[in-house]
């Protein structure tokens, strides 16, 4: 079944259709609050949430203006930015437990470690680790906008216009705040280079 | 390879290291939430109280009562208010002038020469 005849079916009450919806776009959903907010509990419940929107909105949804994936992560990215505004900044200890990742070196089977090892060989796994640390807390203090744009676009796989329509920006606003995240990123590990090269020496 | 593309590529490695947990129990719990009646257009509402999609025969009083209803109301309308036109004065008024017209004609020379 289309996207389109799923929602007609949903919007006739079909909790089949609304199944099938939920187990197609669940994963990206909850993948994306995820990278937003940063913690387990709120991105269950922002999911949770954006498919409740689905049921009772979905005569709103219009096919011919956006695909139902970029629907939803509208309603979700708007949801997690009501979400942190009401709540303030994100807790995002309880997402990444850095003392697991520590003593076991990867951080695979625990929330938001390091999956496999170092590909390149030209670093140590220490260094890769630090650099890990260095990213997640570099990413923890992005702004709103550039988080999104590089979950967005980086994660989810959308193009710059479809995260400029998920954002409600100009395509070149998004274009802006991915250059600056990745620079702001890149920065951030650079600087703190030759500070870890220093203590290991 | 230059230096600011072994940059990039290392950031997005980096980048494609972070992982996100596995939210096992998520599909139950938002495939069992209850969910609410839906509030359709009122519109939509209306279209398919009038023309239902099941037992349409059973049913069929409601399109025809709709289409009764300008009839109905025209008739309402057309006692309260007369719209300009006032038939039984005029009715009088016209049927006497013409007999006061008749009684002027003289039919000895027209109709019985």
Partial sequence: MTDEELMVAVCEGDRSAYRTIVNQHLGSISHYAFRILGNSKDTEDISQEVFLRLWTNAHKWQGEKAKLSTWLHRIAHNLCIDHIRKHGRVDTKSSFDEDHFENNGTGSDIEGGVEGGVEGGFESKSEENEKFHLLKQAMDQLPESQRSALALCHYQGFSNKGAAAIMNISVSAVESALARAKRSLKERLLTAAPENSDRQD | ?113
């Fill in chain 2, 1 to 113: 390879m230059t230096i600011q593309e072994q940059e990039n590529e290392q950031l997005d490695r980096l980048l494609n290291q972070i992982e996100v947990p596995d939210f096992s129990g998520l599909e139950s719990r938002v495939l069992n939430q209850s969910l609410p009646e839906r509030q359709m257009p009122a519109l939509d509402r209306f279209l398919d109280w009038l023309l239902p999609r099941e037992n349409f025969g059973k049913n069929i009083w409601r399109p025809a009562t709709a289409a009764c209803l300008p009839l109905v109301f025209g008739i309402v309308v057309g006692n309260y208010f007369s719209f300009g036109f006032n038939l039984e004065s005029d009715g009088f008024s016209y049927w006497e002038d013409e007999l006061t017209m008749l009684s002027l004609n003289d039919y000895s020379e027209t109709t019985f020469q």
